[in-house]
């Protein structure tokens, strides 16, 4: 059996058996990407150079017997959206396509310290905007299940490189549910955490007040092993929860007795497909046969979400992207041009309108952030600046931003009424499977309403988990999600695990043919 086909902890019991060295597992991870993702595209940049000479070191350091950390030699893919060291640092974005990090984020300090292998730097949609990765300024990246299909996104290539098993684990992103929607698209097991569990001290910024970094993995068994090592308190993230995280790889595995989970009223209204609906309650039943008691459950308010959530996410977007301005950061347009594009505009405005119509043209300063802004960012991160500036104009944020944040608080309460009857909510994570590449490109309204299940977690700042529970008539991956009460991503591992004793799901792997 091939290296890649183990889970994490698999491999992870070989390498520390010595049965496996870190520079095979390395070297056979390598191989896979170079057959595979010329056709998927989930990296933006793979170099196997400096992750084998990492793998060489951690042999050499455990055959003299050292202490190594708790990922000695796993492969480990990171969403472009991370600062690593003297790295570049893309976002999938032409205005950072230069950037060169000058400082660790913390979740990438952590899996140095772990002695994981850092393996590359995966695809996205631009600053995480976007659902399909279609946003990337770099390249698509496709579906392992379905190549003319989107791997879901933002973490689109965070996901599709663990379904392809180009990684055994990988680091996402979630902000309105870019970890558990490409996770259910692409047949892999994804963590959302708590809002604060994980430090995001060095996470290129969306929306601050809902981003949160996550495992994506093959198992929950393996997404509690990432998770272990990146979770806990940061001083340098001051909304870092200053609670240890607990042992997720240990308690992982202790199944969960008693456990109530709910079922909410409105998931399985309009726009569910019935496959999707079908797998969910065949999943559910499942839980049934384990011992779960199954009750209903209403969220009145999560109809708002995705209203809200478009308000909130592109109005700290706004404020959050005005760094970009061709002076600090990233991109800068080209000044000659810029120059001699001002002194025709002066020339012209002088013979037509005289000294006021030159007066009205921009300062040179002006015209670099507008060039620079306009010619570095894609259409989506520009239409969220626009809507979020306009959200929280003065006259305006009264009726748009404070509304969304109002609705956000009852969201909240929603759920923390739920959890007073359940321990778990259990449903869909996406109304379909995965779409085909371009199928909703033109159509933003559409692609924002692939989050109706998602963004409320974030909105309220809990966990959730997605992971695989069925297959469509047509071979996609569908996704189960759970959600649990702050700072239970131990529960969500656990019943995760209970779910993957009890089917295979979870164990079935694309055969795109590379
Ligand atoms: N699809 C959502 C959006 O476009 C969520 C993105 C995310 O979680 N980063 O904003």
Redesign the pocket.
């Known amino acids: 059996m091939s290296l890649v086909e183990l889970t994490a902890t698999e491999l992870l019991a070989e390498l520390e058996s010595g049965r496996a060295s870190a520079v095979e597992a390395t070297q056979a991870y390598v191989e896979r990407i170079k057959a595979g993702d010329e056709h998927v595209g989930a990296f933006l940049r793979f170099d196997p150079q400096p992750a084998l000479e990492q793998a060489r070191q951690i042999d050499q350091r455990r055959k003299k017997g050292e202490r190594l950390g708790r990922l000695a030699g796993l492969p480990v893919a990171v969403k472009d959206l991370l600062c690593s060291r003297g790295e570049r640092t893309t976002c999938a974005s032409r205005i950072l396509e230069n950037f060169v990090a000058p400082y660790d984020a913390t979740v990438v300090a952590r899996l140095k310290a772990a002695d994981a292998v850092l393996i590359g730097r995966t695809n ?2 631009e600053f ?4 399909s990765t279609e ?1 990337s300024a770099f390249q698509k990246t496709r579906n392992p299940w379905n190549l003319a299909c989107i791997p879901g ?3 689109g290539g965070a996901a599709a490189c663990v379904a392809a098993s180009m990684a055994p684990l990988s680091i996402g ?7 558990r ?1 490409p996770a259910a698209l692409c047949g892999v097991t994804g963590l959302k955490p708590t809002y604060g569990r994980v430090s995001r001290f060095g996470l290129v910024a ?2 601050s007040s ?2 949160q970094i996550g495992p994506i993995a093959r198992t929950a068994q393996d997404a509690a092993l990432l998770l272990e090592v990146i979770a806990g308190h940061d001083p340098l993230d001051s909304t870092s929860v200053n609670r240890p995280a607990p042992r997720y790889s240990q308690t992982v595995i202790e199944p969960l007795s008693g456990l109530t989970l709910g079922l909410v009223r409105e998931h399985f209204g309009e726009g569910l497909e019935s496959e999707v609906e079908t797998a969910v309650r065949q999943a559910v039943a499942v839980y049934e046969s384990l011992g779960a008691k199954v009750k209903e459950i209403s969220l009145p308010h999560s109809k708002y979400g995705v209203a809200a ?2 308000i909130i ?2 109005s700290e977007a706004s404020s959050n992207l005005a760094r970009y301005d061709g002076v600090h950061y990233g991109y800068r347009t080209d000044e000659k041009a810029m120059q001699a594009e001002l002194a025709a505009e002066r020339a012209s405005a002088s013979s037509g309108g005289g000294a006021q119509a030159v007066e009205a043209l921009d300062s040179p300063l002006v015209r670099l952030y507008r060039r620079s802004r306009a010619e570095g960012f894609g259409p ?1 991160v520009k239409r ?1 600046i626009i809507l979020g500036t306009y959200a929280l104009s003065a006259g305006y944020s009264d009726k748009y931003y404070l509304k969304a944040l109002k609705v956000r608080r009852l969201i909240r309460q929603d759920f923390d009424r739920a959890f007073q009857q359940v321990d778990l909510i259990v449903g869909p994570v996406t109304a379909s499977p995965a779409f085909k590449v371009g199928e909703k490109v033109n159509d933003p309204l559409a ?2 309403l ?2 109706l299940y ?2 409320s977690a ?1 909105l309220a700042g809990i966990g959730g988990i997605a992971f695989p529970c069925g297959f469509s008539s047509s071979g996609l991956p569908i996704g189960l999600q759970l959600q649990a009460p702050p700072l239970e991503e131990d529960r969500l591992l656990r019943a995760c695990h209970m779910y993957q004793q009890a089917t295979d799901w979870h164990q079935r792997r694309p055969d795109f043919g590379f």
Request: glycine share 14%.
């Open positions: 996205l949609d995480a905007m976007g659902g946003n996104g933002s973490s992103t979630d902000t309105g549910g870019s970890i929607q969306f929306a809902l981003d959530y478009y996410a592109p989506e969220r692609m924002y692939v989050d998602t963004v974030n």
